[in-house]
T-cell receptor, first 111, second 112 residues
Framework: NAGVTQTPKFQVLKTGQSMTLQCAQD?????MSWYRQDPGMGLRLIHY???????DQGEVPNGYNVSRSTTEDFPLRLLSAAPSQTSVYFC??????????FGEGSRLTVL | SQQGEEDPQALSIQEGENATMNCSYK?????LQWYRQNSGRGLVHLIL?????REKHSGRLRVTLDTSKKSSSLLITASRAADTASYFC????????????FGSGTRLLVRP
């Protein structure tokens, strides 16, 4: 049972480039979410989804795009990367009782 | 703005001592959760306490919730070096149980 899998683990981008962070879960959870974590700070919610075809914005959605075509996958797209998006990104899925299960993170640097 | 804030920001104790971390939040909640994050890793769920509960135990962990003061505490008893990590509280946003908002965390160092 893999849980939540994120790829890539590390990525370096140049300003203006686009990329997609992949997230997959095998627990059949309806709810999935993306957070970013910056040094010394907690996690900030970017986008979340309560099921296939349904997404909504979190605290810091600007510059990011999501879609949810299947229960398993919830990719996060950076449309035009900026240095302010340098961060560690975490994907999480949620059990019906409320607990989140996190991936190991994707470390993104934008030059 | 963040819903939950932990206190202290950092805590250093000797192995075998108890560690207490506090979390305060701003609005009404349905539940409050505590997570642990080892350096460079993802967060791991520790315990969830619902708004109608006052105390919950899990192994060496004890969580209390005071909804009148909008605060919670996490107690780790008989700490071990392996407990060294950052600890975060997380609350739903009151009006939406879909948004889980995290505090900035307490960094715990347990010295052997």
């Amino acid at each position: 049972n893999a849980g939540v899998t994120q790829t890539p683990k590390f990525q370096v981008l140049k300003t203006g480039q686009s990329m997609t962070l992949q997230c997959a879960q095998d627990m059949n959870h309806e709810y999935m979410s993306w957070y970013r974590q910056d040094p010394g700070m907690g996690l900030r919610l970017i986008h979340y989804s309560v099921g296939a075809g349904i997404t909504d914005q979190g605290e810091v959605p600007n510059g990011y795009n999501v879609s949810r075509s299947t229960t398993e996958d919830f990719p996060l797209r950076l449309l035009s990367a900026a240095p302010s998006q340098t961060s560690v990104y975490f994907c999480a899925s949620r059990r019906n009782t409320g607990e989140l299960f996190f991936g190991e993170g994707s470390r993104l640097t934008v030059l | 703005s963040q819903q939950g804030e932990e206190d202290p920001q950092a805590l250093s104790i000797q192995e075998g001592e108890n560690a207490t971390m506090n979390c305060s939040y701003k609005t009404s909640i349905n539940n409050l959760q505590w997570y642990r994050q080892n350096s460079g890793r993802g967060l791991v769920h520790l315990i969830l306490i619902r708004s109608n509960e006052r105390e919950k135990h899990s192994g060496r962990l004890r969580v209390t919730l005071d909804t009148s003061k909008k605060s919670s505490s996490l107690l780790i008893t008989a700490s071990r070096a392996a407990d060294t990590a950052s600890y975060f509280c997380a609350t739903d946003a009151g009006d939406s149980s879909y948004k889980l908002i995290f505090g900035s965390g307490t960094r715990l160092l347990v010295r052997p």
